[in-house]
């Protein structure tokens, strides 16, 4: 069986009294994409961040490549496991200011920067394009290629299709594809049915914050299609 990069076991996690996610477990392996749909406010966005360490988790569990994600320095962990938010911030300068965001001086050289753009399907142009003023489309490239930069064993990208025409989400789903073809471990979360249908292979669905089904992504979304409305 291919390796699980990144294992969520047993997540809890509350806020205000509100059970937001409750005893969530799942798998995430390499080469693969796996998809987390489920209704708003389900907990999808909450479920990704406490994987990069952003939400302390009341219980459970979050590995990273075997190790417990408690025991990685924070900067580490998310080196390996890189977020890609729904609306990614472009910071003020160029694509390649935007490349080395929270990375050492100097740590990404041009070379890292080809390479970066490469894999997020952009040409090495880009690197001196003004940030504020690319495209939607362009921007979520960027975000992911920014996110590369740090060689991560896992990508996880939250509604990354989201306000983006069709012929932009078909680009964003060929690059996720791309990417773990790569080898890495995709996980995404998404309200768009047909690009979880065509580009995942796994899937969990979760409702109220707990996982109601899981397995092959045909069979999550034809299990959510069953729902009462």
Known sequence: MTPALLELDEVS???GGRVVLDRVTLRVQA???TAIVGPSGA??????RCAVGLDRLDAGRVRV??????????RVLRRRVALVAQHPVMLPGTVADNLAYA????AVDGEAARRSLERAGLDVSFASRVAGELSGGERARVAVARALTRD??????DEPTAALDPARAAGVEALMRELAGLGLAVLVASHDVAIVRRSADAAVLL?????TASGT????LDAWAGRPA
């Not at 907990?43 to 990704?48: I, R, T």
């Not at 991560?152 to 990208?157: E, G, I, Q, S």
């Open 13 to 15: 996690l509350s806020r």
């Open 217 to 220: 992504a045909a069979d999550v």
């Open 152 to 157: 991560p064993v896992a990508l996880l990208l």
């Open 43 to 48: 907990g999808k966005s909450s479920l990704l």
């Open 65 to 74: 490549d075997g190790h417990d994600a408690l025991e990685l320095d924070p």
């Open 103 to 106: 990375l050492p001086a100097g």
């Open 31 to 33: 080469g693969q994409v």
């Open 207 to 211: 409702e109220a914050g707990r996982v």
